[in-house]
């Protein structure tokens, strides 16, 4: 299948998907939204895929939303008022995402890669939440999982004033895990990427789902989740794999099951 503003390219167990809208600096329109929806699911029901990097074309990762586009009266708009489904399947995807922030990563486009697992920044990136000199707030969940990730007060400060921040400062925050220089970030998001796709994907899967909701449980109930999800796991051909391979002294071969 072939998208408009999306590029979908599948390396051995990884898959690169790369926003292609250059000359917008990748701003998110419905279109995008669109085709975000229906790559990130055909990409969850691919047993092939066990990674994902997420990247953008050209000299930015992603401006945030189309303004131009949504000063046109005309133009069908990203909903206002509730929570757009595309972000909670990037970060409820059942494989392990790597955000490769090549550039200008601004409002939604910052928002997308808080979803992403991972956060791999060229040296030219740079990393803003402007919405508040906009007059309005970010509406992708800027505000809820920013301070999950680098603390409210540093959270606050970044959303109050809205200023921007280099990839040197992004990586002081905890906001990105590894900077890279340009020509070298791909070549680091690979590295992430291969050595993830070779442990086992269930249990990848299981433990994203226990982080990620374990943060909206309270401390039993989330020790419990992970108690189900181990449950799950010690009756998977992975587990007796890992085990066996552990047993002959060679490397384990998972396969999902």
């Known amino acids: 299948m072939s998208f408009e503003t999306m590029v979908l390219e599948k390396r051995g167990g990884v898959a690169v998907l790369t926003?292609?809208?250059?000359?917008?600096?990748?701003a998110i329109n419905m279109k995008m939204v669109d085709?975000?929806?229906?790559?990130?699911?055909?990409?969850?029901?691919?047993?092939?895929?066990?990674?994902v990097i997420l990247t953008g074309a050209g000299r930015g990762?992603?401006?945030?939303?189309?303004?131009?586009?949504?000063?046109?009266?005309?133009?069908?708009?990203?909903?206002?008022?509730?929570a757009h489904?595309?972000?909670?399947?990037?970060?409820?995807?059942?494989?392990?995402?790597?955000?490769?922030?090549?550039?200008?990563?601004?409002?939604?486009?910052?928002?997308?890669?808080?979803c992403c697992d991972f956060r791999i920044a060229s040296e030219a990136a740079s990393f803003g939440l402007g919405e508040v000199k906009l007059g309005v707030i970010?509406?992708?969940?800027?505000?809820?999982?920013?301070?999950?990730?680098i603390g409210i007060a540093r959270a606050k400060k970044f959303l109050y004033f809205g200023d921007r921040v280099d990839a040197k400062g992004a990586?002081?925050?905890?906001?990105?895990?590894?900077?890279?220089?340009?020509?070298?970030?791909?070549?680091?998001?690979?590295r992430w990427?291969?050595?993830?796709?070779?442990?086992?994907?269930?249990?990848l899967r299981m433990l994203k789902a226990?982080?990620?909701?374990?943060?909206?449980?309270?401390?039993?109930?989330?020790?419990?989740?992970?108690?189900?999800?181990a449950a799950f796991l010690q009756k998977t051909e992975d587990r007796q794999e890992g085990v066996q391979a552990f047993v002959e002294k060679r490397g384990p071969v998972f396969r999902g099951r």
């Open 85 to 114: 489904p595309f972000f909670f399947q990037i970060e409820n995807l059942g494989k392990i995402v790597i955000a490769a922030v090549n550039g200008p990563c601004n409002g939604g486009g910052l928002e997308i890669a808080l």
């Open 138 to 149: 970010p509406a992708g969940g800027g505000t809820a999982r920013l301070p999950r990730l």
């Open 171 to 190: 990586l002081e925050i905890g906001l990105v895990d590894e900077v890279a220089p340009p020509e070298g970030l791909m070549e680091a998001a690979g």
């Open 193 to 203: 990427a291969a050595e993830l796709a070779e442990r086992p994907p269930l249990s």
């Open 61 to 82: 990762f992603c401006a945030g939303a189309d303004i131009k586009e949504m000063a046109d009266p005309q133009a069908r708009q990203l909903p206002v008022g509730r």
């Open 19 to 26: 926003l292609n809208r250059p000359e917008r600096l990748n």
């Open 210 to 229: 226990c982080a990620n909701q374990g943060m909206q449980m309270d401390l039993v109930s989330a020790c419990d989740y992970e108690a189900k999800c």
């Open 35 to 51: 085709e975000f929806e229906a790559i990130l699911k055909e990409i969850d029901e691919d047993d092939t895929v066990r990674t």
